[in-house]
Nanobody, 116 residues
């Protein structure tokens, strides 16, 4: 099993920044991809950003140029630096970890609220 603990959410004004962290523990030796999804009220869940163990990244078009995902494999932690936040970024952000065999694990989510 893998446990994911997220931190860093909160309330910020439009144009501001937040940094999310997600620390993985447990049987993590075969974890490949980690990243973040988000879900806003009344909307479908969407992939925000992902990063492979080797450092390859992918982003949703809506966050490219504003968000940066990074990973510290020694600390088993993934980070999401979010800049130039807008109210449209308001959502619950959930961390995921995916093994090479495609098994997935999820964090409990952290609320990000951007006020206008």
């Amino acid at each position: 099993q893998v446990q994911l603990v997220e931190s860093g959410g909160g309330l910020v004004q439009a144009g501001g920044s937040l940094r999310l962290s997600c620390a993985a523990s447990g049987t993590i030796f075969s974890i490949n991809a980690m990243g973040w999804y988000r879900q806003a009220p009344g909307k479908q869940r969407e992939l925000v950003a992902g990063i492979s163990r080797g450092g390859s990244t992918n982003y949703a078009d809506s966050v490219k140029g504003r968000f940066t995902i990074s990973r510290d494999n020694a600390k088993n932690t993934v980070y999401l630096q979010m800049n130039s936040l807008s109210p449209e970024d308001t959502a619950i952000y959930s961390c995921y970890a995916r093994r090479f065999n495609s098994a997935e694990y999820w964090g409990q989510g952290t609320q990000v609220t951007v006020s206008s």
